[in-house]
Structures are given as structure tokens and as C-alpha cells.
């Protein structure tokens, strides 16, 4: 039986080549879509190792309020495991039926808002279903077949970022070290007393993103980004949003975002009569932690 509550977590998905991150929204989907459209056999990865199965289930493509979503199930199995049965109500046994290659389905539940900037993602974290890793893993095993398929050479993969639950600050002052930070600012400023360098028109983005890097295993300073940070309320500031990547104290690596501050760890959920997580329920959850509404 699946309890009703469930534990969220946030992660930021980009493209990394190198030392380099980037996003590229339409790739993005044509892949989300590449997938999709795969043959059943080819969406199935074993791990021979932990004897654990995984496949996608389903990928909706929807777009509410201009926002683009794709609601995303994976579904796992453990095998090689088949133990009799016990009751719990007279502590008596029955052989089972499950054979060593089967295993009982676990859902597991994501939504993505795809943005020009990277693929924000809600995430489901399940004991006994599929980590945030093993869908990273999942999906670049696929990667390299379709860039092939779109005539892309580049060598580059996909990379997931835990984004903290605390605020700005709080998170910036936890952090082991800053290697990148991504400043969001006026396109205007391309053309203007700033910079100087080309004009803009209507068909470039509204932001213009200046990156920032540290030298190796340094980190940027946090006192001049606290400062960056506390500009964004103050009037006539040209930055927008601030993105930082770096490690915290265990080396893990972290997306700290300045439009990230307000967090929902965990969501109350319907199941269905045999004790499985609604979709629908579940996905609504999400969509208002998002902020996105029928």
C-alpha cells in the first residue's frame, strides 16, 4: 500500500559540454518527443547490478498560461526476488506466482517546465522507485542515438542540479564553493552605454545571460554576489536573476536560483482503490507548487 504523502524535490536540467552549461529548449523537446515515439523494447533499461528494471511509462506534452509542461511517469520493477506470500491476517503462506524476471511496478512522477534557460524540474522522490540520477542516467543512454539522428556531433550530455529548498541567501552561505554564476540582465543593455555591442530587436530573448566563472577549484566570491542579489529590488537595477552552480560541504553539486526561494517539500495525494498513487492526483499537486492553474 502507497501512503498519500509525498516527498518533492527541485531540480534544474541543462545540456553540459566540458565546462560549459547550456540549454537548448526545442532540441530539449524533440528529444522528450524522440523518446516518446521509441518502440516499447527500447524505452526498457535493465540494471543487472541491483536487478532493477526501468522503462518509461508515459510523456503529455502540455502548455498551460504560455508555459511549456511535459508531465513525465517512469515505472520500475526490482527482480529476481519472489518470496512466498503472508497473509496479515492469520500469518499463513501461499506460494507465489511472480516469476524471478517480474517484479511489482513503482510510478514515479515528474513535471518539467521548459523555459530559453534550462528545464525546471518537480520531482517524486521514491525509496522504491527511480532516483533523479537514475532518469539522468536513463535519458543519456538515449541521447547519443538521437543527436546522432539530428546530424549533431558534439559530445555533450544531460546534468542535473539539486536546487536547495532554502532561500537565496541561506543556500548561497551553504555552499562549499561557487564555480559558475549565470547573470540575467536587460537584452537593452547589448545596445546601450554598457556595453555598446550590437542592437536588439523583438526576435532576441528579453534577457541577456553573462556567465561568470571562477578558476579552478576556486570560487567566486559570495560577498560580491550577495550584493549582485540584494540589487534585484532595488530600482534601475539591469539584473534580473541570478544562477549559481558549485558544490555544498558533501561535494554534491548544486543550482542555487534566485527565483527559487519559496519551497513545498511535501503534498498530500489520492490513491487509487488498490492502494497506487493517482497521476492526476499527483500531478495537480505539482502544478500548484509550479503555480500553474487550470
Same mark, same amino acid.
Given at each position: #500500500? !502507497?501512503?498519500?504523502?509525498?516527498?518533492?524535490?527541485?531540480?534544474? +536540467?541543462?545540456?553540459?559540454?566540458?565546462? @560549459?552549461?547550456? &540549454?537548448?529548449?526545442?532540441?530539449?523537446?524533440?528529444?522528450?518527443?524522440?523518446?516518446?515515439?521509441?518502440?516499447?523494447?527500447?524505452?526498457? *533499461?535493465?540494471?543487472?547490478?541491483?536487478?532493477?528494471?526501468?522503462?518509461?511509462?508515459? +510523456?503529455?506534452?502540455?502548455?498551460? %498560461?504560455?508555459?511549456?509542461?511535459?508531465?513525465?511517469?517512469?515505472?520500475?520493477?526490482?527482480?529476481?526476488?519472489?518470496?512466498?506470500?503472508? !497473509?496479515?491476517?492469520?500469518?499463513?503462506?501461499?506460494?507465489?506466482?511472480?516469476?524471478?524476471?517480474?517484479?511489482?511496478?513503482?510510478?514515479?512522477? #515528474?513535471?518539467?517546465?521548459?523555459?530559453? @534557460?534550462?528545464?525546471?524540474?518537480? *520531482?517524486?522522490?521514491?525509496? @522504491?522507485?527511480?532516483? #533523479?540520477?537514475?532518469?539522468?542516467?536513463? &535519458?543519456?543512454?538515449?541521447?547519443?542515438?538521437?543527436?546522432? %539522428?539530428?546530424?549533431?556531433?558534439?559530445?555533450?550530455?544531460?546534468?542535473?542540479? +539539486?536546487?536547495?529548498?532554502?532561500?537565496?541567501?541561506?543556500?548561497?552561505?551553504?555552499?562549499?564553493?561557487? !564555480?559558475?554564476?549565470?547573470?540575467?540582465?536587460?537584452?537593452?543593455?547589448?545596445?546601450?552605454?554598457?556595453?555598446?555591442?550590437?542592437?536588439?530587436?523583438?526576435?532576441?530573448?528579453?534577457?541577456?545571460?553573462?556567465?561568470?566563472?571562477?578558476?579552478?577549484?576556486?570560487?567566486?566570491?559570495?560577498?560580491?554576489?550577495?550584493?549582485? *542579489?540584494?540589487?534585484?529590488?532595488?530600482?534601475?537595477?539591469?539584473? !534580473?536573476?541570478?544562477?549559481?552552480?558549485?558544490?555544498?560541504? @558533501?561535494?554534491?553539486?548544486?543550482?542555487?536560483?534566485?527565483?527559487?526561494?519559496?519551497?513545498?517539500?511535501?503534498?498530500?495525494?489520492?490513491?487509487?482503490?488498490?492502494?497506487?498513487?493517482?497521476?492526476?492526483?499527483?500531478?495537480?499537486? +505539482?502544478?500548484?507548487?509550479?503555480?500553474?492553474?487550470?
Amino acid at each position: #500500500m !502507497s501512503v498519500q504523502k509525498r516527498k518533492l524535490s527541485y531540480w534544474g +536540467i541543462e545540456f553540459v559540454s566540458g565546462d @560549459n552549461h547550456f &540549454f537548448d529548449a526545442p532540441l530539449f523537446c524533440r528529444f522528450l518527443s524522440y523518446v516518446q515515439g521509441l518502440p516499447a523494447d527500447e524505452k526498457l *533499461f535493465r540494471d543487472e547490478k541491483n536487478n532493477k528494471a526501468v522503462a518509461l511509462s508515459s +510523456i503529455r506534452d502540455e502548455t498551460k %498560461q504560455g508555459l511549456h509542461l511535459f508531465k513525465i511517469v517512469f515505472k520500475s520493477c526490482k527482480y529476481n526476488h519472489s518470496p512466498d506470500y503472508m !497473509s496479515s491476517t492469520d500469518g499463513s503462506e501461499r506460494p507465489t506466482d511472480k516469476q524471478l524476471y517480474e517484479g511489482d511496478k513503482e510510478l514515479t512522477h #515528474m513535471c518539467m517546465r521548459i523555459d530559453g @534557460n534550462e528545464a525546471f524540474t518537480i *520531482f517524486e522522490d521514491r525509496r @522504491n522507485g527511480v532516483t #533523479m540520477g537514475g532518469v539522468v542516467k536513463y &535519458f543519456n543512454k538515449l541521447l547519443h542515438t538521437f543527436l546522432a %539522428q539530428e546530424g549533431i556531433t558534439d559530445n555533450f550530455y544531460l546534468w542535473a542540479s +539539486i536546487i536547495p529548498p532554502e532561500d537565496f541567501l541561506t543556500a548561497l552561505e551553504a555552499a562549499d564553493r561557487v !564555480s559558475v554564476a549565470e547573470l540575467f540582465v536587460e537584452k537593452k543593455v547589448l545596445g546601450s552605454k554598457y556595453l555598446g555591442l550590437m542592437d536588439v530587436d523583438a526576435n532576441s530573448q528579453d534577457d541577456l545571460v553573462i556567465t561568470l566563472k571562477s578558476k579552478p577549484r576556486q570560487s567566486l566570491p559570495k560577498r560580491a554576489i550577495k550584493q549582485t *542579489f540584494l540589487s534585484l529590488t532595488t530600482e534601475g537595477s539591469k539584473v !534580473s536573476r541570478i544562477r549559481l552552480y558549485g558544490k555544498d560541504i @558533501n561535494k554534491m553539486s548544486v543550482m542555487i536560483d534566485s527565483l527559487k526561494g519559496k519551497r513545498v517539500e511535501e503534498v498530500t495525494v489520492d490513491l487509487t482503490p488498490n492502494g497506487i498513487v493517482d497521476s492526476y492526483s499527483i500531478f495537480v499537486k +505539482i502544478e500548484e507548487v509550479m503555480g500553474v492553474t487550470e
